[in-house]
T-cell receptor, first 111, second 116 residues
Framework: GENVEQHPSTLSVQEGDSAVIKCTYS??????FPWYKQELGKRPQLIID?????GEKKDQRIAVTLNKTAKHFSLHITETQPEDSAVYFC??????????FGTGTSLTVIP | GAVVSQHPSWVICKSGTSVKIECRSL??????MFWYRQFPKQSLMLMAT?????????EQGVEKDKFLINHASLTLSTLTVTSAHPEDSSFYIC????????????FGSGTRLTVV
């Protein structure tokens, strides 16, 4: 099955700086890569996603890049704010079926 | 649109008892629902894929006789943790895919199970 690795596990940045989280996947058939933000005790919330026919996608301060050849994708958050503090999960999926999640990154934005 | 409701949000039960968790798609039909388990400070681990009208597909290492899944209608899937033990204490989250939203995937609010 699919194996998704995520780094780093924890990340602290100063408010206003950028944060980058990286994931790799193993199954070349995976073609959908969402990123979720999860606050303590709450459900994961989709923040951005990318499909395999696209190399980059941006939504305001959040961007995702995908390198199919290397089988890795990254989340970029610019101008970080304290409310960005949460746990972020990447995931890989084949046509939106089962999602296999990365191990998570706990992001802390220091005011 | 695409709201998934999960009930209960928190349950405490005694060892040896069974607990049923419901996952409902409120405004769409979901032929497929997924069940995840999340231990504290860990990732979401896929347990099983629930298909309406057929048997669930379990991930390797998940005991199908312990975690009973029933997907009786297009809007409801249930997970029953049978003979619960303290090590089953976890956060259980369902998700559903809306066939109307290509690749759309909505999570339930989660159920915190504590077995004492």
């Amino acid at each position: 099955g699919e194996n998704v690795e995520q780094h780093p596990s924890t990340l602290s940045v100063q408010e206003g700086d950028s944060a980058v989280i990286k994931c790799t996947y193993s199954d070349s058939a995976s073609n959908y890569f969402p990123w979720y933000k999860q606050e303590l005790g709450k459900r994961p919330q989709l923040i951005i996603d990318i499909r395999s026919n696209v190399g980059e996608k941006k939504d305001q301060r959040i961007a995702v890049t995908l390198n199919k050849t290397a089988k890795h994708f990254s989340l970029h958050i610019t101008e970080t704010q304290p409310e960005d503090s949460a746990v972020y999960f990447c995931a890989a999926s084949i046509t939106g079926n089962q999602f296999y999640f990365g191990t998570g990154t706990s992001l802390t934005v220091i005011p | 649109g695409a709201v998934v409701s999960q009930h209960p949000s928190w349950v405490i039960c005694k060892s040896g008892t069974s607990v049923k968790i419901e996952c409902r798609s409120l405004d769409f039909q979901a032929t497929t629902m997924f069940w995840y388990r999340q231990f504290p400070k860990q990732s979401l681990m896929l347990m099983a894929t629930s298909n309406e009208g057929s048997k669930a597909t379990y991930e390797q290492g998940v005991e199908k006789d312990k975690f009973l899944i029933n997907h009786a209608s297009l809007t409801l899937s249930t997970l029953t943790v049978t003979s619960a033990h303290p090590e089953d204490s976890s956060f259980y989250i369902c998700s559903a895919r809306s066939d109307q939203r290509n690749y759309g995937y909505t999570f339930g609010s989660g159920t915190r199970l504590t077995v004492v």
